[in-house]
């Protein structure tokens, strides 16, 4: 099933496209651009709806990032927005694919989507790109011991991060990973596996996203906490 993620600050609007969408598609969603973008690097949606008008990060740059970062510039970007369409083409500048006024009209939505798509599926997206955020990776040792540290991330790429620490983390290790950004934002659960030194002498490892059993996915969970 093709993924969609879908950015929008309002919960309602969120729910409408889930409810109408569902069937078809599978739905990830945040009202958070910030939290989009990590979605994005993490989810390789094969299309992303977005609203123009959010706190923080706006639509407006979000869509800039997206689409002129390799890693996601071949995703098209639908904008979903009730302002004035004179928006339209300089939405279009940015990178995005579509423009829709709301209230939406979703058989003309389908129609985009199903062309947009083409019939094999997008192709994967692999590679990875510098990214530097700070991390808390909280677990346990194979011994019980329970852990908490703080880790430096110096890319990111589909299913996870490589990062530095000063501490050390436990071979193997399942860990909770949050990123910490002024707050704690919960990501999911990866598994953290040695990598080669960094060049600070800091232990250099990667933590991969896993579903609840622990198997391995190539995905950030979904249900990120708020």
Same mark, same amino acid.
């Given at each position: 099933m093709r993924r969609l993620l879908i950015v929008d600050d309002d919960e309602g609007i969120r729910k409408v496209f889930r409810t109408r969408l569902q069937d078809s598609? &599978?739905?990830i969603d945040t009202g958070d651009p910030e939290k989009a973008f990590l979605m994005a690097l993490l989810n390789r949606p094969d299309v992303i709806l977005m609203d123009l008008s959010?706190?923080?990060l706006s639509g407006f740059e979000l869509c800039r990032m997206l689409s002129t970062l390799q890693m996601t510039q071949q995703i098209p970007i639908? /904008?979903? #927005? =009730? +302002?004035? %369409?004179?928006?339209?083409? @300089?939405c279009q500048s940015l990178g995005a694919s579509r423009y829709f006024e709301k209230p939406i009209d979703f058989a003309r939505l !389908? #129609?985009?989507?199903?062309?947009?798509?083409?019939?094999?599926? #997008? !192709?994967q997206r692999t &590679?990875?790109?510098s990214y530097k955020a700070?991390?808390?990776?909280k677990g346990r040792s194979e011994g019980g011991d329970y852990f908490e540290v703080r880790a430096t991330t110096q890319s990111v790429s589909p299913g996870g991060f490589l990062c530095g620490c000063h501490a050390s983390v436990?071979?193997?290790?399942?860990?909770? /990973?949050f990123l910490c950004n002024g707050g704690e934002l919960y990501l999911g659960r990866a598994r953290a596996s040695k990598a080669e030194e960094a060049g600070s002498g800091d232990s250099?490892? %990667? /933590? +991969? @996203?896993?579903?609840? !059993? =622990? &198997? =391995?996915q190539e995905k950030m969970q979904q249900e990120v906490l708020s």
């Amino acid at each position: 099933m093709r993924r969609l993620l879908i950015v929008d600050d309002d919960e309602g609007i969120r729910k409408v496209f889930r409810t109408r969408l569902q069937d078809s598609y &599978e739905i990830i969603d945040t009202g958070d651009p910030e939290k989009a973008f990590l979605m994005a690097l993490l989810n390789r949606p094969d299309v992303i709806l977005m609203d123009l008008s959010m706190p923080g990060l706006s639509g407006f740059e979000l869509c800039r990032m997206l689409s002129t970062l390799q890693m996601t510039q071949q995703i098209p970007i639908f /904008v979903v #927005s =009730g +302002q004035d %369409t004179r928006n339209k083409a @300089f939405c279009q500048s940015l990178g995005a694919s579509r423009y829709f006024e709301k209230p939406i009209d979703f058989a003309r939505l !389908k #129609s985009a989507l199903a062309l947009a798509l083409p019939a094999n599926g #997008s !192709k994967q997206r692999t &590679e990875a790109v510098s990214y530097k955020a700070i991390l808390k990776l909280k677990g346990r040792s194979e011994g019980g011991d329970y852990f908490e540290v703080r880790a430096t991330t110096q890319s990111v790429s589909p299913g996870g991060f490589l990062c530095g620490c000063h501490a050390s983390v436990p071979k193997g290790a399942v860990v909770d /990973v949050f990123l910490c950004n002024g707050g704690e934002l919960y990501l999911g659960r990866a598994r953290a596996s040695k990598a080669e030194e960094a060049g600070s002498g800091d232990s250099c490892f %990667t /933590v +991969q @996203f896993i579903d609840a !059993k =622990g &198997e =391995g996915q190539e995905k950030m969970q979904q249900e990120v906490l708020s």
